[in-house]
């Protein structure tokens, strides 16, 4: 699809719609179903999971119907795949995210009945911030030399990460988290599901609100590679926003189920990197290399390839049981 087919000006109300879907299931989530604090189960995780990952294809599905019935099947069913390869690719990048939600409950001692609320506003901030990079990148990719710089910010960041180790998180040392404590002081309890209390007069905020406030952080960190990402994909702001949204909403059950097991893949930091290595390599070499647009079932094949092996290699080569303690313990 060389040329936008669903631009904000007449598709605002899709926009509109969709954004009332989603804080309606917000809603429902924080208000009905997790209104009490309470330490979330493996079941109860992977039952959420499923029902994010269905809804995301069902709206794909009611999507593919839309553009074939307006501009024929051939772009309906690219568009389809478009949307399914970008949340794959978003799904797959927000394990990364897991990681650090790990290190970051534990490093404050976020008791396990109170993750889910931080988790949930934590989505919420990072809804607002996607939407904002991705209205941003969506105007600078009409620049084209544009594109060509985020592919090579793309391998860059690919090759890093296959490189580094993790780094222990240390809050301390988060620009934003030293700025807001010059204004605002800083209990080191935790009293409840409570983000701020007051003592003597004087509003603190607690190790909750800190981890939260981390959170957003390295979530727009994240955003940076993520977003080009997924304009290596699709040229279409609504497919991009939809599919990227799709993954957030999904990424705290994701959360819930993985969190035990998360370091035995360990291999999955290879296949992340080389699939920002592939999607930068789009937009530098591949799509040009085919006439404008690398096949997007190639692209698909090529991304949900590259994240299985990583997990099936790292299941067949675990780690050894002193590193995984060592893992763990960080």
Do not use: C
């Not at 534990?106 to 109170?114: L, T, V």
């Not at 990079?133 to 084209?144: D, E, N, R, T, V």
């Not at 949900?304 to 049981?321: D, E, H, N, V």
Request: glycine share 6%; charged share 15%.
């Amino acid at each position: 699809m060389d040329s936008i087919l669903f631009p904000f000006a007449d598709y605002w109300w899709f926009y509109g719609g969709f954004l009332v879907f989603v804080l309606i299931m917000l809603a429902l989530d924080l208000g009905v179903f997790n209104r009490k604090a309470h330490v979330v189960s493996f079941k109860e995780a992977t039952i959420w999971s499923i029902v994010w990952v269905t809804l995301a294809l069902t709206f794909n599905f009611l999507f593919y119907q839309y553009a074939s019935s307006k501009y024929g099947a051939e772009i309906g069913q690219t568009a389809a795949l478009e949307f399914l390869t970008g949340y794959v690719l978003e799904y797959s990048l927000s394990i990364d995210n897991i990681f650090v939600f790990v290190l970051v409950f534990s490093y404050f001692g976020i008791p396990p009945q109170y993750k889910h609320r931080v988790l949930f506003y934590g989505i919420l901030g990072a809804l607002i911030f996607r939407a904002i990079f991705i209205a941003l990148g969506s105007a600078l990719m009409q620049i084209h030399w544009i594109i060509y710089i985020f592919g090579a910010f793309l391998i860059i960041t690919g090759i890093r990460m296959m490189f580094t180790n993790n780094e222990e998180i240390d809050p301390d040392k988060n620009f934003l988290i030293r700025i807001f404590r010059k204004f605002m002081p800083v209990t080191h309890e935790i009293d409840g599901k409570s983000f701020f209390i007051k003592k003597d007069g004087i509003t603190y905020a607690t190790p909750l609100f800190i981890a939260l406030l981390f959170l957003e952080a390295t979530d727009i960190i994240f955003a940076v590679d993520s977003v080009p990402a997924i304009f290596a994909v699709t040229k279409e702001p609504l497919i991009v926003f939809t599919s990227n949204i799709f993954a957030i909403l999904g990424l705290r059950s994701m959360y819930f189920m993985l969190a035990g097991v998360i370091n035995k893949f360990h291999l999955l930091k290879y296949g992340l990197a080389l699939v920002l290595i592939f999607v930068g390599l789009k937009m530098v070499w591949l799509n040009d290399a085919f006439n404008g647009k690398f096949p997007i079932t190639w692209s698909l094949g090529i991304i949900l390839g590259t994240i299985l092996i990583s997990i099936i290699a790292s299941l067949l080569f675990p780690k050894a049981a002193e590193e995984e303690i060592k893992t763990a313990e960080q």
